[in-house]
């Protein structure tokens, strides 16, 4: 069960002109990102395919747009206080480029599953002027530990999604989208508090309103759905962290009301769709997305319910991925893409039983890739942990049905059950 995290007061949306004026103000802070073609998806696709390449941004994710935004606007007065937030990684980049440019003391609070990499780089980021501190197993449990310190000393707090000049900042995103391609059709949007969503749909709902805008959650944190579904935003009773820069939730209030409004679709990713597209766009494209940084080209991976008849935009939000987490990466997509399957067996105690599974039940393109003994001080009473990897998914009929003939004691481990929640 996750818990609401701490309310904040609303303040007045922000406006389409106040995206324009961020954008202004960021110009001489920020890197214009590229928008590059991808051959692979627009081969796929059957139509243009671009990359907004926010990857490449300064602190490698678009939330220094709106983390600067906010604190550069932050009256003289109010600055000796200092400011306080919470982020799972990337607006904390952001918060600490801004202070340490600025001149502005700093705390950020950090959930534990935030990867080592975006910690290491906001302390190298930051230096002197950011204290970090780790707390909560979710960002919404480290942003209420950031709203009592804020309440405790004073220190603004700067939010990553759902405040006026935040969502500004971030939609400045969408103010270069239609000036390096005046003719784009379709614009996919990473989502997790609603943030950038919202200032990107702001600038193009005005100077682009024939432009579909559609937002892309990652299937175990889609609290923006779940908001539209309940008419504002709710609590999600469970949240998968793994697309660490878009667990969250519950999105924002200032963000759900203009996404509300202003959106054509959101839709939702399996975060196994989303982990085969980081490797495809490692592979092919040369990007290190984080898995936030997938989510919008993961969606041309058929979960999209209206076809785009024109180009396509896919944000690539972010870049700060850990290299260690590459392994996990590589099992989900592969269970995702039905190449991986687990088994638990149980072989008689007699000679041969393994050579026998060995020959019996597996078939060409079929490899062994995990044997364990599951119960590891006595063997011979308890089955085996048994992985197997198929090079083409549509042989797991055929491995199944002779799994099923096989006189072995063989059951299948399901993918998305109890039991192989251990297996990741």
Same mark, same amino acid.
């Given at each position: 069960?996750?818990?609401?995290?701490?309310?904040?007061? $609303?303040?007045?949306?922000?406006?389409?002109?106040?995206?324009?004026?961020?954008?202004?103000?960021?110009?001489?802070?920020?890197?214009?990102?590229?928008?590059?073609?991808?051959?692979?998806?627009?081969?796929?696709?059957?139509?243009?395919?671009?990359?907004?390449?926010?990857?490449?941004?300064?602190?490698?994710?678009?939330?220094?747009?709106?983390?600067?935004?906010?604190?550069?606007?932050?009256?003289?007065?109010?600055?000796?206080?200092?400011?306080?937030?919470?982020?799972?990684?990337?607006?904390?980049?952001?918060?600490?480029?801004?202070?340490?440019?600025?001149?502005?003391?700093?705390?950020?609070?950090?959930?534990?599953?935030?990867?080592?990499?975006?910690?290491?780089?906001?302390?190298?980021?930051?230096?002197?002027?950011?204290?970090?501190?780790? %707390?909560?197993?979710?960002?919404?449990?480290?942003?209420?530990?950031?709203?009592?310190?804020?309440?405790?000393?004073?220190?603004?707090?700067?939010?990553?999604?759902?405040?006026?000049?935040?969502?500004?900042?971030?939609?400045?995103?969408? $103010?270069?989208? =239609?000036?390096?391609?005046?003719?784009?059709? %379709?614009?996919?949007? =990473?989502?997790?508090?609603?943030?950038?969503?919202?200032?990107?749909?702001?600038?193009?709902?005005?100077?682009?309103?024939?432009?579909?805008?559609?937002?892309?959650?990652?299937?175990?944190?889609?609290?923006?759905?779940?908001?539209?579904?309940?008419?504002?935003?709710?609590?999600?009773?469970?949240?998968?962290?793994?697309?660490?820069?878009?667990?969250?939730?519950?999105?924002?209030?200032?963000?759900?009301?203009?996404?509300?409004?202003?959106?054509?679709? $959101?839709?939702?990713?399996?975060?196994?769709?989303?982990?085969?597209?980081?490797?495809?766009?490692?592979?092919?494209?040369?990007?290190?997305?984080?898995?936030?940084?997938?989510?919008?080209?993961?969606?041309?991976?058929?979960?999209?319910?209206?076809?785009?008849?024109?180009?396509? $935009?896919?944000?690539?939000?972010?870049?700060?991925?850990?290299?260690?987490?590459?392994?996990?990466?590589?099992?989900?997509?592969?269970?995702?893409?039905?190449?991986?399957?687990?088994?638990?067996?149980?072989?008689?105690?007699?000679?041969?039983?393994?050579?026998?599974?060995?020959?019996?039940?597996?078939?060409?393109?079929?490899?062994?890739?995990?044997?364990?003994?599951?119960?590891?001080?006595?063997?011979?009473?308890?089955?085996?942990?048994?992985?197997?990897?198929?090079?083409?998914?549509?042989?797991?009929?055929?491995?199944?049905?002779?799994?099923?003939?096989? =006189?072995?004691?063989?059951?299948?481990?399901?993918?998305?059950? =109890?039991?192989?929640?251990?297996?990741?």
């Amino acid at each position: 069960m996750t818990d609401a995290p701490t309310p904040h007061p $609303v303040a007045a949306p922000p406006t389409a002109a106040d995206v324009a004026y961020a954008a202004a103000r960021l110009r001489t802070v920020v890197r214009q990102t590229a928008l590059d073609p991808s051959e692979r998806l627009s081969q796929n696709a059957g139509l243009p395919v671009l990359l907004k390449r926010e990857d490449t941004q300064v602190c490698r994710s678009y939330k220094v747009r709106g983390a600067y935004n906010f604190i550069s606007s932050i009256a003289s007065d109010q600055r000796q206080n200092g400011i306080v937030c919470a982020s799972a990684g990337n607006h904390a980049q952001g918060v600490a480029f801004a202070c340490r440019r600025l001149g502005i003391r700093g705390k950020v609070f950090l959930p534990t599953t935030t990867p080592r990499q975006k910690r290491q780089r906001i302390k190298e980021i930051g230096g002197e002027w950011l204290t970090p501190v780790i %707390t909560g197993g979710s960002y919404d449990e480290a942003s209420r530990a950031a709203f009592a310190d804020s309440a405790q000393t004073g220190a603004l707090f700067v939010h990553p999604f759902d405040a006026a000049l935040t969502i500004a900042g971030q939609g400045s995103v969408g $103010v270069e989208i =239609p000036e390096a391609m005046p003719g784009g059709d %379709t614009v996919l949007v =990473p989502v997790g508090g609603g943030g950038l969503l919202a200032g990107i749909c702001l600038w193009i709902r005005e100077n682009k309103p024939d432009t579909r805008i559609v937002g892309v959650e990652p299937e175990g944190a889609a609290s923006m759905q779940a908001a539209l579904d309940a008419g504002l935003p709710v609590v999600l009773p469970d949240l998968d962290t793994f697309v660490d820069g878009a667990a969250v939730a519950r999105v924002g209030d200032l963000s759900y009301e203009l996404v509300r409004n202003l959106v054509d679709q $959101v839709i939702s990713v399996p975060e196994g769709a989303v982990c085969t597209e980081m490797l495809e766009l490692y592979q092919n494209e040369g990007i290190i997305a984080e898995p936030a940084g997938a989510l919008a080209s993961a969606a041309l991976r058929g979960y999209l319910d209206h076809e785009p008849d024109g180009p396509v $935009v896919c944000v690539v939000s972010g870049g700060n991925n850990d290299v260690s987490r590459y392994a996990e990466i590589l099992e989900r997509s592969l269970i995702h893409e039905g190449l991986r399957h687990y088994f638990l067996v149980t072989f008689p105690q007699e000679p041969g039983a393994l050579r026998g599974f060995l020959a019996d039940v597996l078939g060409e393109g079929e490899d062994i890739v995990l044997f364990e003994y599951v119960k590891k001080n006595n063997r011979e009473t308890g089955p085996a942990l048994v992985g197997i990897e198929l090079d083409d998914a549509a042989k797991l009929p055929s491995l199944l049905e002779r799994i099923e003939q096989s =006189p072995l004691s063989i059951e299948r481990i399901e993918p998305g059950s =109890p039991l192989s929640g251990f297996l990741l």
